[in-house]
């Protein structure tokens, strides 16, 4: 019986939980960035229910990284999906966490594993899965925060690679 398990077969798991208090900050402290930056979660990522990512991020810099991401996604065209965070910066084997598209099938890769998995996926699936993440955490920050990101995406800071830092919406 082989190893491999077929791309079409492999789930993904995302799970967050806040870890900042409510009152950490409101619509008032939107240009804010040391505020901004305080604002932690603990994400979670499961592949076929084996944890795979765990780690306490910034989550309205990583929320930016997908909502960006999600922004280039063309018609049929599916960019990388990189999340570099400017509290880190030692990026030498790569991003925090990449989706890596290729044919009809991705990757998702992290420089702080958990544990060493093939995780291949159907393109579809994943960008799905990816974008609904993106979707959820909006939500769920708005309403866990009570604050509107939309009034806060221009001042969130984030990198979109291992030396851009870009502060611009």
């Not at 993904?12 to 505020?35: A, L």
Request: proline content about 2%; charged content about 30%; some cysteine.
């Amino acid at each position: 019986m082989s190893d491999m398990i077929s791309a079409s077969t492999n789930k993904i798991n995302f799970e967050y939980e806040f870890t900042s208090e409510r009152g950490v900050i409101s619509n008032k402290q939107k240009r804010d960035v040391p505020s901004i930056l305080a604002v932690d979660a603990l994400l979670t990522i499961k592949i076929n229910n084996v944890l795979y990512f765990e780690a306490e991020l910034a989550i309205l810099e990583f929320y930016k990284a997908l909502f960006k991401w999600k922004e280039k996604i063309k018609n049929d065209v599916i960019p990388e999906f990189h999340y570099y965070t400017i509290e880190y910066d030692d990026y030498e084997d790569g991003a925090i966490l990449s989706l890596l598209p290729f044919s009809d099938k991705a990757r998702v890769k992290t420089i702080w594993a958990e544990a060493e998995l093939y995780n291949v996926f159907g393109l579809d699936y994943v960008v799905s899965e990816f974008c609904e993440l993106e979707q959820k955490l909006r939500i769920d920050i708005e309403r866990f925060f009570h604050i509107r990101l939309d009034s806060f995406l221009k001042h969130i800071p984030y990198c979109n690679s291992e030396s851009k830092l870009v502060w611009a919406y």
